[in-house]
C-alpha cells in the first residue's frame, strides 16, 4: 500500500455548525476520513458528515463535551478504533464572550479556559504520539481576532482574549518542539465570522457594524476560515509552522 492509497484522518472539535462544519465540508473528499464532534448537536453534525460522505469522505460522529477531562482521550481513541490512525487534528470548538470586567469573575476565566485553552492541550498530549507516525502530521487551533483588535465598535471580549492568547502561546512553543517530528502547529485568527442563526454575543446591529469596521466592507464567510485550515493541513505548508494566520478581510490593520 502507498502513501497515497492511505486516508488521511483528521479530527476537528466543534461541526455542527459554523467554522467547524466549514472545515468538515472543505476537507471532505475521497482521501480523506473525518472524526466529527460535537457537544450536544448531534443532528446538525449528522447532517454535515451525510454532506461530508456525498463528496466520498469516510466519516464517523461523536459527541462529547470538551471540558470533560477524558473528553480528548474518547476522541482519539474513537479515531484510532474506527480508522486505524490519526493524522491531523482541527482545534475548533469555542465561544466568545464579551462581559466586561466587574461582570466576570475568576470561576469565569477558569471556564474560559477550560473550553478556548484546555481542550487543544489535551488533545495534543493524546493525539502527538500518533501524528507523530504519519508523514502529514498536523495541528491547527483557531484562535480569534478579539486577542488583537481590542475595542472594534467599543466591544471586548476579555474571558475569549486571554483564554485565546494562551493557546497562541502553547502553540508556537509546540511547534517549536514539534518541528524536528515533522508535524507542524498553526493557528487561524478569523475576524467576525458569520454564524448560522445569528451570534448569541453580538447584537445584529454590532453585527452590521462589525463589517463596518472591516476593511473588506463584510465579515468572513465560514468557507474563509476553512480554506485557511486546508492549507495548513495541505502537504504544500509542510514547512509552515508556528504561525497564526489573520483571516478578517483586514480588520487588523486599523
Ligand atoms: N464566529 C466568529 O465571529 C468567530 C470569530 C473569531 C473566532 N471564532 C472562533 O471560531 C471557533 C468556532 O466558532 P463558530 O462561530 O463556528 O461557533 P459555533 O457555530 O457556535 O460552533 C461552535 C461549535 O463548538 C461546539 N462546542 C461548544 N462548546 C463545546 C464543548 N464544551 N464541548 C464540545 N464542543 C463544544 C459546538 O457544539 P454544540 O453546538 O453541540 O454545543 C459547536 O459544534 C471558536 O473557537 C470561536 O471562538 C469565531
Redesign the pocket.
Known amino acids: 500500500m502507498t502513501q497515497s492509497d492511505i486516508k488521511r484522518v483528521i479530527l476537528i ?8 462544519a466549514a472545515c468538515a465540508r472543505r476537507l471532505a473528499s475521497p482521501e480523506t476520513a473525518l472524526v466529527l ?6 443532528a ?2 449528522e447532517t454535515v458528515a451525510r454532506e461530508c460522505r456525498d463528496m466520498g469522505a469516510e466519516v464517523s460522529t461523536i ?5 470533560d477531562p477524558d ?1 480528548a482521550k474518547t476522541l482519539v481513541d474513537h479515531a484510532i478504533q474506527t480508522h486505524g490512525r490519526l493524522d491531523q487534528i482541527v482545534s ?5 464572550d464579551k462581559r466586561r470586567f466587574g461582570a466576570f469573575d475568576s470561576n469565569d476565566l477558569r471556564q474560559a479556559f477550560d ?2 485553552t484546555v ?1 487543544f492541550l489535551e488533545l495534543v498530549n493524546c493525539a502527538a504520539p500518533h501524528l507523530e507516525r504519519s508523514d502529514r502530521g498536523r495541528i491547527v487551533f ?5 486577542t488583537y483588535n481590542v475595542g472594534v465598535n467599543d466591544t471586548i471580549f476579555p474571558l ?1 482574549a486571554a483564554s ?1 492568547a494562551a493557546t497562541e502561546g502553547l502553540a508556537s512553543t509546540l511547534a517549536y518542539q514539534l518541528a524536528s517530528s515533522g508535524i507542524t502547529v498553526n493557528g487561524v ?8 442563526g445569528g ?1 448569541a454575543a453580538i447584537s445584529p446591529e454590532a453585527w452590521e457594524a462589525a463589517a463596518k469596521a472591516t476593511p473588506s466592507g463584510r ?2 464567510e ?1 468557507a474563509d ?1 476553512a480554506a485557511a485550515v486546508a492549507f495548513f493541513l495541505s502537504a504544500e505548508a509542510s514547512h509552515v509552522t508556528g504561525q497564526i494566520l489573520r483571516v478578517d478581510g483586514g480588520l487588523s490593520l486599523v
Open positions: 472539535t466543534g461541526t455542527a455548525s459554523g467554522i467547524g464532534t460535537t457537544r450536544s448537536n448531534q446538525d453534525m459527541t462529547a463535551d470538551l471540558t473528553a475548533n470548538a469555542g465561544r466568545g473550553l478556548n481542550p483557531i484562535s480569534s481576532f478579539v475569549t485565546k485568527a478569523p475576524g467576525y465570522t458569520r454564524k448560522e451570534h465579515i468572513a465560514p476560515i
